[in-house]
Nanobody
Framework: QVQLVESGGGLVQPGGSLRLACAASGSFFSIKAMGWYRQAPGKERELVAT???????NYADSVKGRFTISRDNAKNTVYLQMNGLKPEDTAVYYC????????????????WGQGTQVTVSS
């Protein structure tokens, strides 16, 4: 019914920047909150940033001031601008979206993308 596809990952040097994008497609009525999560080797998946349909944002303390989440509702796409990247940012980054899939129920259901690798290394 719903697919989320991430793009923009890659290899970057410490202090560099990357911009991730996640586009939703398929059969749905609307998207509520969207967010980015990451999972580093040997670590649990953690929240990076979230954004509501109205544009309210929330960030993990570890990325606050360096990362910026945004969305284009017309394109059903969420972005993550990552500046000042550090080696500890290395992880697989996953897109998440709360998607309304029923015309009779306006609550969202969680969907996940396949993940995109971000590697920060000299």
């Amino acid at each position: 019914q719903v697919q989320l596809v991430e793009s923009g990952g890659g290899l970057v040097q410490p202090g560099g920047s990357l911009r991730l994008a996640c586009a939703a497609s398929g059969s749905f009525f609307s998207i509520k909150a969207m967010g980015w999560y990451r999972q580093a080797p040997g670590k649990e998946r953690e929240l990076v940033a979230t954004i509501t349909s109205g544009g309210s944002t929330n960030y993990a303390d570890s990325v606050k001031g360096r990362f910026t989440i945004s969305r284009d509702n017309a394109k059903n796409t969420v972005y993550l601008q990552m500046n000042g990247l550090k080696p500890e940012d290395t992880a697989v980054y996953y897109c998440n979206a709360d998607v309304v899939t029923s015309r009779w129920y306006d609550g969202g259901r969680p969907y996940w993308g396949q993940g995109t690798q971000v590697t920060v290394s000299s």
